[in-house]
C-alpha cells in the first residue's frame, strides 16, 4: 500500500507529537514540515530526517509531493490556511478548536471538495479502552434512559513558571479564547461521541472567570480569556449537561465525569488514565443504590498523540472512519460559541437554532 506522504505545519509543542506519530506510522511518510521561524523549522526538519523543510505554510501546501496537511499552530488564522490546502485538493487534518468560532469554520466547510478528507482532531480521550467500556454501557441500557452529564476538571494552581507561557494560550484574538477551546472542546467532543452524536443542545447558560491576579505569572501578561467556566446545557431530548472545566484554580484537583439514567449512574475519574476505575451504581428497590466495578485497567496514554495521525491516515487509505469529522467539528463550534455568548452576557440563557 503507498503511503500518505504528510506535511505538518507549526513545529511547536503538539506539532512535534504530531511528526512523532508520522514517522512511526506504517502508512505515513513525512515529507515536509514549515514553520515560521526558521530556527525551529531547520532544526525538527533535522531531527525527523524530512527533506522538505519550508518557512511558510503556501510554500508546504504547494509542494508537489504532499498530499496531507497537517495544521498544528495557533487557531487565528488556520481557516484560511485550511482553505488553501483544500482548494490545492489536498486532504487536511485540522487541530482544535477548528476554527476561531462557527463562522470561521463554515469557510471550511464551504472549501471541502469532493473525495478529500477534512477533519478535526478528535478527542483524545475518545480512544483510550475505558470510552469504549462506557460508550457501550450506554447503549446496552444499564443505566436505562439518560437524563444527565457532569464532567468535571477542574485543576489547581500549579508552581509560578520561570518563563510565561506562549501569548496565545488564553487570548481571544489569537486562540478565540482560553480553557474552553484548549482543554473544553475535548470535553465536549469525548461526551459526543460516547453519546453517539445524539444529543442535541437546545438552551445553553454558562458562567466564565479569569485567572486571579495573584496567579496571573501561569499566563502571558496579555491574557485577556477565561481560565475556568462553568456551563449547563439543555438538549432537544431533555438531557441535561454540565460541564466545568478550570486551570490554575484555588482549588485541589477534582476530575470526574458521570453519565446518570433513571435507573443507574455510569462515573469514573476523566484524567486518571493508571489504575482507572469505572463504576455503575444500581437503583434497588430494597437495597437502595447498589456499587459495582464494572471495569479496571490502564489507559494506553500513547493514544492521545498517535491516533489523530493513526485515524488521518486510515481514513484517507479508506481504512476507517474518522472519530470527529469536520461536521462534528463544526458542531461543537457551535456549541462553544454559545457558550461563550451566554457568559459574555452575564449567564442569560442563549439558544442554538440549527436551520
Same mark, same amino acid.
Given at each position: ?38 530556527? *525551529?523549522?531547520?532544526? #525538527? ?8 523543510? =519550508?518557512?511558510?505554510a503556501d510554500d508546504l501546501i504547494n509542494a508537489d509531493n504532499v498530499e496531507a496537511v497537517v495544521l498544528a499552530f ?8 485550511? $482553505?488553501?490546502?483544500? @482548494? ?6 485540522? &487541530? #482544535? ?10 469557510? +471550511? ?7 478529500? %478528507?477534512?477533519?478535526?482532531? !478528535?478527542?483524545?480521550? !475518545?480512544?483510550f479502552e475505558s470510552a469504549y467500556i462506557v460508550k457501550k454501557a450506554i447503549e446496552d441500557g444499564l443505566i436505562g ?5 457532569? $464532567? *468535571? ?9 520561570? %518563563? ?10 489569537? @486562540?478565540?479564547?482560553? %480553557? ?22 437546545? =438552551?445553553?447558560?454558562? #458562567?466564565?472567570?479569569?485567572? &486571579?491576579?495573584?496567579? @496571573? #505569572?501561569? $499566563? ?24 466545568? *472545566? ?19 449512574? +455510569?462515573?469514573?475519574?476523566l484524567l486518571d488514565h493508571n489504575d482507572k476505575k469505572i463504576y455503575l451504581d444500581l437503583a434497588d428497590s430494597k437495597?437502595? $443504590?447498589?456499587?459495582?466495578? +464494572?471495569? &479496571? ?34 458542531? +461543537? ?6 457558550? =461563550? &455568548? !451566554? ?10 437554532? =440549527?436551520?
Open positions: 500500500m503507498e503511503k500518505v506522504k504528510l506535511g505538518i505545519i507549526g513545529c511547536g509543542v503538539i506539532g512535534t507529537e504530531h511528526m512523532k506519530a508520522a514517522v512511526n506510522n506504517i502508512n505515513a511518510e513525512l515529507v515536509a514540515v514549515a514553520d515560521k521561524i526558521p530556527e *525551529r523549522a531547520d532544526a #525538527k526538519g533535522k531531527e525527523f530526517n524530512v527533506p522538505g523543510i =519550508y518557512y511558510s495557533q487557531t487565528n488564522g488556520r481557516s484560511q490556511v485550511a $482553505v488553501k490546502v483544500l @482548494n490545492n485538493y489536498k486532504h487536511v487534518l485540522i &487541530e #482544535k478548536p477548528v476554527a476561531l468560532n462557527y463562522a470561521d469554520a463554515k469557510t +471550511i466547510y464551504d472549501a471541502r471538495k469532493v473525495g478529500l %478528507i477534512a477533519s478535526g482532531c !478528535s478527542c483524545r480521550l !475518545s480512544h434512559n439518560l437524563q444527565e452529564i457532569h $464532567v *468535571r476538571a477542574l485543576l489547581g494552581a500549579t508552581e509560578a513558571p520561570k %518563563i510565561n507561557p506562549p501569548n496565545w494560550r488564553q487570548s481571544n484574538e489569537l @486562540n478565540g479564547g482560553g %480553557i474552553l477551546v484548549n482543554w473544553g472542546v475535548y470535553d465536549m467532543d469525548f461526551v459526543f461521541t460516547l453519546t453517539g452524536w445524539k444529543l442535541k443542545p437546545k =438552551y445553553v447558560m454558562a #458562567k466564565m472567570w479569569p485567572i &486571579e491576579p495573584t496567579l @496571573n #505569572k501561569r $499566563v502571558d501578561p496579555c491574557s485577556d480569556a477565561e481560565s475556568r467556566y462553568t456551563a449547563l446545557i439543555v438538549c432537544e431530548d431533555g438531557t441535561v449537561i454540565t460541564f466545568e *472545566r478550570g486551570e490554575f484554580c484555588a482549588v485541589k484537583k477534582e476530575t470526574s465525569w458521570q453519565f446518570m439514567g433513571n435507573i443507574g449512574t +455510569i462515573r469514573t475519574s437495597k437502595g $443504590v447498589v456499587t459495582s466495578l +464494572i471495569w &479496571e485497567g490502564t489507559d494506553d496514554e500513547t493514544l492521545t498523540h498517535t491516533q489523530p495521525i493513526t485515524g488521518f491516515v486510515n481514513e484517507i487509505l479508506g481504512l476507517a472512519e474518522p472519530f470527529t469529522t469536520l461536521d462534528q467539528a463544526m458542531f +461543537i463550534t457551535r456549541v462553544s460559541d454559545a457558550i =461563550y &455568548e !451566554s457568559a459574555n452576557a452575564g449567564g442569560v440563557p442563549v439558544e442554538l437554532k =440549527y436551520n
